[in-house]
Nanobody
Framework: MQLTESGGGSVQAGGSLTLSCAAS????????MGWFRQGPGKEREEVAR???????VYAESAQGRFAVSKDNAERTFHLQMASLKPEDSAVYYC????????????WGQGTQVTVSS
């Protein structure tokens, strides 16, 4: 499976962005899908995920500001981000893994999000 992120860019604090992740090259689609980010000098962290049964889980930093969604027909996965803060600046990655065990699975190349104050 190949995952390709898009939608990153630069935005001012308080603004919004929607990231998308397109999957290709694999016929199965019912994976646990996650969004991760890694800021400069920081470890990669999970931002949000949709589990195979549709349950959504958010990091505390994303609660109330970010929303994940998945389009099974289009095989796309989205992260809507609002009220962005400079500390949200990072490279954002999407990932797919059968059971949300992120040590394995498939990863995209990442898309940069920069939030200026």
């Amino acid at each position: 499976m190949q995952l390709t992120e898009s939608g990153g860019g630069s935005v001012q604090a308080g603004g919004s962005l929607t990231l998308s992740c397109a999957a290709s090259g694999y016929k199965h689609w019912n994976y646990c899908m996650g969004w991760f980010r890694q800021g400069p000098g920081k470890e990669r962290e999970e931002v949000a995920r949709i589990e195979r049964d549709g349950v959504t889980v958010y990091a505390e930093s994303a609660q109330g500001r970010f929303a994940v969604s998945k389009d099974n027909a289009e095989r796309t996965f989205h992260l809507q981000m609002a009220s962005l803060k400079p500390e949200d600046s990072a490279v954002y990655y999407c990932a797919a893994e059968w059971a949300c065990r992120w040590s394995s699975g498939y990863w995209g190349q990442g898309t940069q999000v920069t939030v200026s104050s």
